[in-house]
């Protein structure tokens, strides 16, 4: 199969200056679809790359245009150019924490509101109800993410411990930055049997809404699992996402 960072390489289902969406068949399998929507997340490419060719199923891979290998995406020109994650767009009220986290034209300048809601808008519309409309979100069959955990970063299963609506399962043998988030009750049970590290997202309250794609799944009913990798530990990463679908295909 020829590297998935390649945009000849696949069905191309989405382009516009800012990004490139490719669809990647993998072997046949109808029970799961892949996503990697981060392209700095270079070593998750790979595993859905092997996962495609294992495991099978439908791939979804992002590809930053303006921006190569970096996680955030940029729209706009000059001055009013602006930063956005695209795991951060499912809502308007995530859209809003984005820009204000990323940028701070839209965080302590009153005279930008204007335009902030001209910003929402077009993100709303022209990426996210695109993205939703070509994703196979389905409430029978899987979407599983796959993304990568920076070593630098403190980013890890721990994060969760104390945050609302969040309960968390921690191996201690498996390194905290491994794990998976799951949004079903039954999926958190199965990898906790497993020994899996999981985060299982309880709740879609209003105050927890990021604009992600696993609370937009969530709050919907679509079947979704986001399973994390540390950089570096890419066989590990693997082995993760082979028990997991196992786990949660089976009857």
Not at 142 to 158: P, R
Not at 223 to 230: A, C, M, T
């Amino acid at each position: 199969m020829a590297a998935l960072n390649q945009e000849v390489s696949a069905e191309v289902v989405f382009r516009n200056a800012s990004l490139l969406i490719q669809k990647n068949p993998g072997k046949s399998n109808e029970g799961v679809n892949w996503l990697v929507i981060h392209h700095n997340e270079y070593e998750a490419q790979k595993v859905m790359e092997w996962a495609l060719e294992n495991i099978g199923g439908t791939g979804y891979n992002f590809i930053n245009r303006r921006r190569p290998r970096q996680r955030t995406l940029r729209e706009g020109r000059g001055k009013l150019s602006y930063l956005f994650d695209p795991n951060r767009i499912f809502s308007r009220e995530g859209i809003l924490k984005n820009l204000r986290h990323y940028n701070g034209i839209f965080l302590h300048s009153r005279r930008y509101r204007t335009y902030e809601k001209r910003v929402i808008s077009h993100i709303f519309e022209n990426y996210a109800a695109k993205i939703r409309s070509l994703l196979p979100l389905d409430k029978k069959k899987y979407l599983i993410a796959l993304h990568n955990t920076m070593n630098k970063s403190k980013f890890s299963l721990l994060n969760y411990r104390k945050k609302f609506g969040y309960t968390i399962y921690q191996n201690p043998d498996l390194h905290p930055k491994n794990f998976a988030l799951v949004i079903r009750y039954e999926d958190f049970v199965k990898l906790k049997e497993a020994k899996i590290n999981v985060v299982w997202q309880k709740e879609t309250k209003k105050i927890q809404d990021d604009g992600s794609l696993a609370h937009y799944c969530k709050k919907n009913g679509y079947r979704y699992i986001n399973v994390e990798g540390r950089f570096g530990d890419m066989e590990e990463h693997k082995k993760m996402v082979q028990t997991i679908y196992d786990l949660v295909t089976k009857p």
